[in-house]
């Protein structure tokens, strides 16, 4: 295997597929549990005081940070969890945190997008949570890490959409794969590929848009990352994501370099450990359904988007018998069925 650092390389649709796409959504999301429904038994901490086990201490410390600072700044990659919508600003699962978090402690958290450098070995942001907890980042590194995990993550491979398939490749020669450098991922997805005696060559970028620039001039076959990193490849338009066997899920925790904010990853911990980790599963579940929709509409034109904002209903041909998919429901003189649940806003 050889070792390659890369330096950064620093459809229209018609109106019928706009509403086609919209539908195909709906049905993504559907499938999700409701908030309501997989909020049983969620404990949704809204300040420091109603945590078990905070020390008088841990409080005081929070008081003086709020004195020092007036925000601070969390630090994602751009990615499904983190991403800018339509008016520039960053939504998603990161900014869902970011509120919950500026709620509990009365202290502004921000949500930035910054580059893998930007977030490891060296910390620019006050915390970050695409990091996964390793006793190297603790040791040599300086991480503080929750223990709790805030997020958990699947493996794929990231490929250019029609382009010969990696089982096809390997029949022929080794795969050449990139991984983003020093990323548990790479670790955890190489020593897979070892087990199961895949043939490959690693290569080893820092940036997305050097991985998607080697794929575009046949210098790799894939690149593997996390499921999170389809948000770095959607302005690209062809790259498609296919899971990566066998299944790896890595788990990320709340982190910072700054011994001063460990009192913040302390209480944070205390409260995922006492029921507050099923109100992040409820935020990161809402942060997928945005990123959803906003890639959903990333693909419209602007014919498109005019015909959207313009017309707040569409006419849709209803079979009146096809029980449970779509009927009429004489007793209660309504249209029923799972078409209309789709449709419902609710």
């Known amino acids: 295997m050889k070792k390659i650092f890369i330096i950064d390389d ?8 706009a509403v086609m796409a919209s ?13 309501q429904e997989s909020g049983a038994g969620t404990v949704v901490y809204t300040s420091i005081d109603n945590i078990p086990g905070i020390s008088t201490e841990e409080i005081k410390a929070v008081e003086e940070l709020r004195k020092k600072y007036a925000s601070f700044t969390l630090g994602a990659l751009q990615s499904t969890e983190a991403f800018y919508d339509k008016n520039g600003e960053v939504r998603g699962y990161s900014a869902l945190l970011c509120e919950w978090l500026t709620e509990l402690f009365g202290i502004k958290f921000v949500p930035k997008i910054y580059d893998w450098n930007d977030l490891h070995p060296v910390l620019r942001a006050d915390f970050t949570g695409d ?17 709790a995990t805030i997020a958990e993550r ?8 029609k382009s010969r398939p990696l089982s096809e490749i390997a029949r022929t020669r080794p795969l050449r794969l990139a991984f983003l450098d020093g990323s548990v991922t790479a670790i955890a997805a190489i020593s897979k590929l070892e087990e199961t005696s895949v043939p490959y060559e690693a290569f080893y970028v820092r940036y997305y848009n050097s991985a998607y620039n080697m794929m575009k001039r046949g210098e790799i076959d894939a690149f593997i990352g996390e499921m ?25 925790s709340l982190s910072t370099q700054k011994p001063e904010l460990e009192p913040i990853i302390s209480i944070v911990q205390k409260a995922l450990k ?3 980790i099923r109100n992040l599963a409820d935020l990161y579940e809402q942060g997928m359904k945005e990123y959803a929709r906003n890639k959903l509409f990333l693909h419209f034109n602007e014919r498109e988007r005019a015909y959207l904002r313009e017309n707040t209903a ?21 249209w029923q069925g799972i078409a209309f649940d789709i449709f419902s806003p609710t």
């Open 10 to 17: 620093n459809k229209t649709f018609a109106i019928q597929s």
């Open 23 to 35: 539908l195909a959504l709906l049905l993504l999301l559907v499938g999700c549990i409701s908030k």
């Open 131 to 147: 990091l996964t907890a390793t006793e190297k980042r603790r040791d040599d590194f300086g991480y503080i890490f929750t223990d």
């Open 154 to 161: 699947s493996t794929k491979y990231f490929r250019i959409a």
């Open 228 to 252: 999170i990193n389809e948000a770095s490849f959607d302005a690209m338009g062809d790259v498609i994501g296919e899971d990566f066997f066998p299944l790896i899920y890595e788990p990320v």
């Open 274 to 276: 006492n029921g507050g």
């Open 314 to 334: 569409v006419a849709y041909l209803a079979e009146y018998d096809n029980y449970p998919i779509s009927f009429y429901n004489d007793n209660e003189k309504e």
